[in-house]
């Protein structure tokens, strides 16, 4: 059912949306605004209707007062636990509940749901609270208009005080019109009452006799006040201060930035390009003193080299960045604490170190666990170096924006809604002009544990940096000590600008606000930054507690509202994610040190089985099967034994499409010892066969025609066309250019010609220049690639969209689809007649997968015998056995074992199950299939 009223539908859900008054007072930088909603239910019998309203993501809501028929209802912010009860209590009563979402973008919304009488308005009025902050040398003050529907009235009244002077305002946008072409009805009016403040007045109404088109939107202002270089400016209300600091105009410091640039699979569509746009075009601007270098990580981590500002170098570093392509994994954190070991020894002793990383934050490969990569970038930053982070994606993963903040950075979430690059740009602007380094500021006669810090640690051109605090006991007064490194060193800033006011009630001053804002919001952060349980429970109590005071709705409170026909629940969805440092989820648990031991390999980020990455399962020497469950600290291993020459089912998911088979083979001497002699793996569009003979690939249709759209072959800077390592010698260019020039003089001697040693040079340079733009594209013929046999002697490395595969050291053959959605390593035996499989990690499989290894998967296994870390062998265990495929559980009898891992090349402790029927769906004759490719 649906009514309409002029050119607003409503729904069943939706009211009317008649009027929206706004009230904003933004005075020493904190703003309070007032938002008035008029919301009308049209229908001819109650209804529920909804009301949508739009805050920015830094604002914390401080009030709600629902108007009713002629009476007001406010709300109360509770703990998460006891709203919980109420809104418990009200879903049983028939009652309506409120929520206050996060958005994917750049604003939160909050939606109140409420049951109107017929042809009644309720009047919603909310207040938030935001700090406005300085942004290329203004401070810009945003307020969305966005209820759902275009609004017949709006009025916006906003008052700005400050104690400098404001030199400059304007309006940048108004809602539902640019400013070239003026809506009907609207009007935007300024008063400027004294050089310390201003009035902004916006109307809209449609005329009765107009389109009644109504508006919504965005209205955004900004203003300047005037700059001094000194220590900032001091507002002192009764007990407590807050400080603004932003000194300017100072000469600009020499800036060390490591570039961090995630290239995993993730990266794809357009993501890694709008990246080297943004560097093509922010590089060349650089000082020519500045230097930079250039990390790229997916499962490995390789430098592009380190560079300087001037053009010659600028170039050649865009030349290698330009070739990068998106494929792999993505270890966050080897990329992280390598971007901080080389930034740390970096020789220049004159510039500041900046890291600033392009990522969508999600970890693959490497070290997932969140709280454990948070922990070891906080340990690898010895130096404090400050990281800044532009996050691609839904906004929904924080754990670079804790790693940022953690380092007195911060982190800017991609909003989905605005232009990439204008977001990239702005972000990068930011960071651009660094003034003043390790910015310090002491406050004797302050509490030290009740000062909040709002900015970065290093003061860039166009922001500003906020402290605030209250007096100690028994303190009257404050003289702040204000440090920092500029451009001729160590300096101190005389703070002189103390302005203090005692007439004003101290808890509602907007000071005071201003320090409640902050200091819950920071002691969130270090919750959720906190190295032990203990210690995220002590900051959430102190938040709560001030959250509680201070009327604001947090991730730790809730506010609800209690009238007549419903109670309104007013709250941040999503518990408080319980932080403990000391585990990991089960399955993340490393096993055993026997374990970790058997299946490591050398020390390469994300392609090892160090740091976490212990293969889920694998298949190996004859054939044994060796698979991890999360409640074993051992894994399982059986036989699988079958004549010579069979075809085994491994893995066939009908929902991913995976298929992969085997084939079984023994020795002439031992007929009855089998072994894997060939793999088929079927991923999506592209099939493998695997031989220790050679390597089969297969993309074409039954008509000839490719499945997929590209094949990439060039996959540096990590791995060359035969799939070897790749280590650029910068040394050995240089060489190699003395050399050739070396020659191209002594045949000029001889020649007597000096017109040849122009023509040589140039004659190199197009050849060089003609290289490399083929080595950039690396894009080959895909009908060629797409039919292909190559030897393990000739190696592989390609890209086939999705799936990527690598051959390294002629002998271990990687393959992984998507960004860490499987990782599977076959290994060929030093012998050359078998093969050896190992599942890495997998997140793709459904619960629908057959095969044995499918099967296994999603096997559940509990230990009915205590069963030690270290595991003796010949002892016997006792396992019950879940399977997914029916509701009951059965027993199945092990021993524990050495059995051999030829990637590891050592023995390892596993249960061995001597009747392995009892462990699977079906028995092992039901596994075996006509053909390798079937």
Known sequence: MSLSEGSVQVSDDVGVVTDIKVSTTIEHRYAITHVSTTILNPRLQAARIALHLSIPSTALISGLIIEAGGRNYSG????????????????????????????????????????????????FHVTYEELVQRRSGSYIYTLHISPGQRVPRVSIN??????????????????????????????????????????????????????????DGTFTFCYSTRRYMDGGELQHVGNYFAHFFSPEPLPELRVHTVYLLDVSHSMQDDRLLHIKTLLSATLPNIHKDDSFEVLVFSSDVVSLGTFNGRRKSVKRALRRVKKLEALGDSDLNSGLTQALKNAASHDGTQAIKQIVVFSDGQPTSGMEN???????????????????????????????????????????????????HSQLKAFMERIAT??????????????????????TQNYYRGSELVFVGRLASGSQHI??????????????????????????????????????????????????????????????????????ESNFVTRVTSMVAVYPDASLLLARPGSVRPHNNLHLPQHDQPGPQQIAAAFSGPNRPGRSYSGGTIPHSYVDLDPHFVVRTPNLNLPICFNFNSPRGSFVSLIRDPQSGIILNGQLSSAASQPLKTFFSRLFLSLGSVNITI?????????????????IRHVTRSLWPYYKRNGRRYKYREDRQIKRRKTRRTKTKMSNSISGSPISDTASYYHYNSNRRHASSKRATGVENTMESCQMNTTWEVGIGSNYEDVMMVMSKKKHLQISLGDGLAHLTVIRSRSKEYLGLYIKQQRVLSTHAQGIIGHLTFTRLEPLTHLGSNGSSSKRVQLEVHRSSSTGASQVSGTVVRRRSLLARTHTHCININQPQTLLDRPPGKYLIECLTC
């Open 434 to 455: 660094p003034l003043v380094s390790q910015v310090n500021i002491s406050y004797p006669g302050a509490d030290p544990n009740s000062v909040a810090r709002h900015g």
């Open 76 to 123: 109360r912010v509770y703990d998460r636990a006891s709203a919980n009860s109420v809104s418990e209590a009200t879903k049983q009563g028939g009652k309506t509940t409120a929520l206050l979402q996060f958005g994917e973008e750049d604003v939160e919304h909050v939606t109140v749901r409420a049951k109107v009488p017929a042809l009644h308005s309720y009047i």
């Open 691 to 707: 031989s220790p003979q050679e390597i089969q690939v297969d993309c074409l249709q039954d008509d000839g025609t490719p499945k």
């Open 370 to 420: 969140p709280a454990y990569i948070r922990s070891s970038v906080q340990k690898a930053n010895i130096e404090h170096i400050p990281i800044y982070s532009f996050v691609f994606g839904d906004g929904s993963n924080k754990l670079l924006e804790h790693i940022c903040l953690s380092s007195q950075g911060f982190a800017q979430a991609a909003n989905p809604f605005s232009l990439i």
């Open 479 to 548: 003289h702040p000590r204000v440090t920092g490194h500029v451009a001729e060193g160590l300096t101190e800033f005389p703070l002189s600008r103390i302005n203090y006011e005692n007439f004003r009630p101290t808890e509602k001053s907007s000071v005071a606000r201003l320090w409640a804002y902050l200091k819950v919001q920071d002691l969130l952060t270090k919750a959720e930054c906190a190295q032990s349980h203990n210690l995220t429970r002590h900051y959430h109590a102190q938040a709560l507690q001030l959250a509680q």
């Open 158 to 215: 906003l008052r700005v005080l400050e104690q400098e002077e404001i030199t400059d305002y304007r309006v940048l946008e108004l809602p539902g019109q640019e400013l070239q072409s003026p809506l009907p009805g609207s009007s935007v009016t300024a008063d400027p009452v004294s050089p310390l403040e201003l009035h902004i007045q916006y109307q809209h109404e449609d005329h009765p006799q107009g389109p009644r088109r109504g508006v």
